[in-house]
């Protein structure tokens, strides 16, 4: 992958207004980054409507998540960088703040993991090939402690076995991709999954 910081910077907007458009981009939620050239990454700014991104509303920060430019990253800067510092593959990370992620997690107050099986849709994850296949995706308590949830994330990702996402308790998930395009990919997937298993759910009378 060879972006150049502008080409990021368009590559991070056109992604906000596709997610937008599928209704995962409420209010100013989520946040978006890709990792540029030169090892540093470019990062949607604090507070901002993902769908109406404009080239201020990405700026650039070191691979330890310290500011380059005169501007507030995303609070959650922090779950952005482990996954480029354990990942070197990886070179976009979507975080979400989806309605079957928030629902389903509130809905499984004991669950540390969702775990997606026999599902057509696992296909759109990277090296699954049948739907003969079980994918466990990572479910961690939320916190407003972002370092100490960072570590909690990169030691359990770090154990394995290995998860194109992860998702956080009542509030979204995470996924990421060799580039732009497979993190895209992977976050509309597991939508369309978490939401098969929440209408699974609720027709099993709300019994996990």
Same mark, same amino acid.
């Given at each position: 992958?060879?972006?150049?910081? @502008?080409? #990021?910077?368009?590559t991070?907007i ?9 209704? %995962?981009a409420?209010a100013t939620s989520g946040?978006y980054?890709?990792?540029?050239p030169?090892?540093?990454?470019a990062?949607?700014?604090s507070?901002r409507?993902k769908?109406r991104?404009g080239p201020?509303d990405?700026m650039?920060?070191?691979?330890d998540g310290?500011p %380059?430019?005169g501007?507030?990253?995303?609070? $959650?800067?922090a779950l ?5 510092r ?8 979507l975080h979400?703040?989806s309605? @079957? ?13 969702i775990?997606?099986?026999?599902y057509e849709?696992l ?5 699954i ?15 407003q402690?972002?370092?100490?949830l960072?570590?909690?994330?990169a030691r359990?990702? $770090?154990a394995?076995?290995? #998860?194109?996402?992860? %998702?956080i308790r009542?509030?979204g #998930?995470?996924?990421?991709g060799r580039?732009?395009e ?5 976050i509309? @997937?597991l939508?369309h999954?978490l939401?098969?298993? %929440? $209408?699974?759910?609720?027709l099993?009378?709300g019994?996990a």
């Amino acid at each position: 992958m060879s972006l150049s910081a @502008a080409d #990021a910077v368009q590559t991070i907007i056109a992604a906000g207004r596709r997610l937008d458009a599928r209704g %995962l981009a409420a209010a100013t939620s989520g946040n978006y980054s890709l990792r540029l050239p030169s090892g540093r990454l470019a990062i949607t700014v604090s507070g901002r409507h993902k769908g109406r991104l404009g080239p201020a509303d990405v700026m650039v920060v070191d691979i330890d998540g310290v500011p %380059l430019e005169g501007q507030r990253p995303s609070a $959650e800067t922090a779950l952005h960088t482990l996954l480029y510092r354990l990942y070197p593959q990886v070179n976009a990370v979507l975080h979400v703040h989806s309605v @079957a992620a928030v629902t389903l997690t509130r809905s499984l107050p004991t669950a540390r993991e969702i775990v997606l099986e026999g599902y057509e849709m696992l296909k759109a994850f990277p090296g699954i090939a049948t739907h003969r296949s079980a994918v466990s995706i990572p479910l961690f308590e939320n916190s407003q402690d972002i370092p100490a949830l960072a570590a909690a994330v990169a030691r359990r990702l $770090e154990a394995g076995p290995a #998860a194109p996402a992860y %998702l956080i308790r009542g509030h979204g #998930a995470y996924g990421w991709g060799r580039d732009m395009e497979e993190a895209e990919r992977i976050i509309e @997937a597991l939508e369309h999954l978490l939401l098969c298993e %929440l $209408e699974a759910l609720r027709l099993a009378g709300g019994r996990a």
